[in-house]
């Protein structure tokens, strides 16, 4: 009690906010964050800034790229289904898989959690995640930032961010400004629904009894919906490092309607054909529990590809043979045209 004004002596920890607690974190962590490290990486966790120290001998002309995302509302589909060590892996993908389609190599990555109370668990599985996701696209995880805010959060609820740093030699830079009519447009497989459209996927189970226990190819739904967001990075390196390629394209929000555009010159088409891959049957229970118009499913999940790669026909057979050894399942999926937009054939 304080003497002076008979109210009582509040701590930090009385107001909701366990100092003790994220000090914790940051111990249970920390050797799981120096395995993502790079030689680059100067010093450890615990600094007020993160250190890198960019390799000139590599990067002689070094453009940087930076990325920032989250994972939007697939955290309260993680709430629900307790799986929340993927939603790191989300985090890093979402931001790294925007910087590699530059032609950049991610390099160093760093995330913000914030919560309105700290759940040391549930906190250090989401972190493993990302300390994870950062060591599928051989980046370092050099920082973060750990928010406990009472009241601005549910119990149980918290929200990610994540930001990442890349660099690519100026003559590397894909910009879009190789691309040409006649190239060829490739996909890659996604691992599922990945980090877009789950606001309306939520709604879509709210309103479908039993959705997440409902089995398709042997998996359940809540297990292929909480499949973390695939990697692209080592692939697209390698790839990158083999021939010439001509653009790229993560397939987010918007799904291929939206996002390959974004990498063609004026004047210039994406001519797909729509039966050139195999779409998981997750999809079609999407479509069937939404009555879900193609297009519109065709512009807001990836439906089956998560990544685009442009390449010239005489690349196709290296470009392709570069990606399977890489672990890539690779769809050719039609042509670059005279146009606009999408082409749906």
């Known amino acids: 009690m304080n003497k002076a004004t008979d109210k009582p002596a509040l701590t930090y920890k009385?107001?909701?906010?366990?100092?003790?607690?994220?000090?914790?974190?940051?111990?249970?962590?920390?050797?799981?964050?120096?395995?993502?490290?790079?030689?680059e990486v100067m010093g450890g966790i615990g600094g007020f800034g993160g250190l890198f120290a960019l390799d000139l001998a590599r990067f002689s002309e070094p453009v940087l790229v930076s990325g920032t995302d989250g994972v939007g509302t697939k955290l309260m589909l993680a709430r629900t289904t307790g799986a929340h060590a993927g939603i790191g892996i989300d985090l890093v993908a979402m931001c790294v898989n925007d910087i590699v389609v530059s032609g950049a190599e991610?390099?160093?990555?760093?995330?913000?959690?914030?919560?309105?109370?700290?759940?040391?668990?549930?906190?250090?599985?989401v972190i493993s995640g990302i300390a994870d996701g950062?060591?599928?696209?051989?980046?370092?995880?050099?920082?973060?930032?750990?928010?406990?805010?009472?009241g601005m959060y549910q119990p149980g609820d918290y929200d990610l961010a994540g930001f990442a740093v890349g660099a690519v030699n100026r003559s590397d830079l894909l910009d879009g400004s190789r691309v040409s009519a006649g190239d060829v447009?490739?996909?890659?497989?996604?691992?599922?629904?990945?980090s877009n459209g789950y606001s309306l996927i939520r709604a879509i189970v709210d309103q479908t009894p039993g959705a997440l226990d409902t089995t398709l190819n042997g998996q359940s739904m809540a297990d292929w919906?909480?499949?973390p967001t695939r990697i692209y990075v080592k692939s697209l390196l390698a790839l990158t490092a083999a021939i010439k390629v001509h653009g790229l394209a993560h397939i987010t929000g918007g799904g291929l309607t939206e996002n390959v555009p974004r990498v063609l010159?004026?004047?210039?088409?994406?001519?797909?054909?729509?039966?050139?891959w195999p779409m998981h049957p997750g999809f079609a229970w999407l479509q069937h529990g939404g009555n879900i118009a193609q297009d519109e499913l065709l512009r807001?999940?990836?439906?089956?590809?998560?990544?685009?790669?442009?390449?010239?026909?005489?690349d196709v057979e290296l470009a392709t043979a570069t990606l399977t050894a890489a672990g890539e399942a690779v769809f050719e999926l039609g042509q670059v045209s005279a146009g606009d937009g999408v082409i749906w054939q």
Do not use: W
């Open 14 to 39: 009385d107001a909701g906010v366990d100092i003790d607690a994220g000090n914790r974190l940051v111990d249970a962590i920390g050797e799981r964050v120096k395995r993502t490290h790079r030689p």
């Open 106 to 125: 991610p390099l160093f990555f760093l995330d913000y959690f914030a919560t309105g109370a700290l759940d040391e668990q549930m906190a250090a599985s």
């Open 134 to 150: 950062c060591e599928q696209a051989g980046c370092a995880l050099i920082g973060g930032e750990t928010a406990e805010m009472p």
């Open 185 to 194: 447009i490739l996909g890659l497989a996604s691992s599922g629904a990945h």
């Open 225 to 227: 919906l909480m499949t």
């Open 265 to 276: 010159p004026a004047g210039l088409a994406a001519t797909l054909q729509r039966d050139a």
């Open 300 to 314: 807001t999940f990836n439906c089956g590809i998560g990544m685009v790669v442009i390449v010239a026909p005489e």
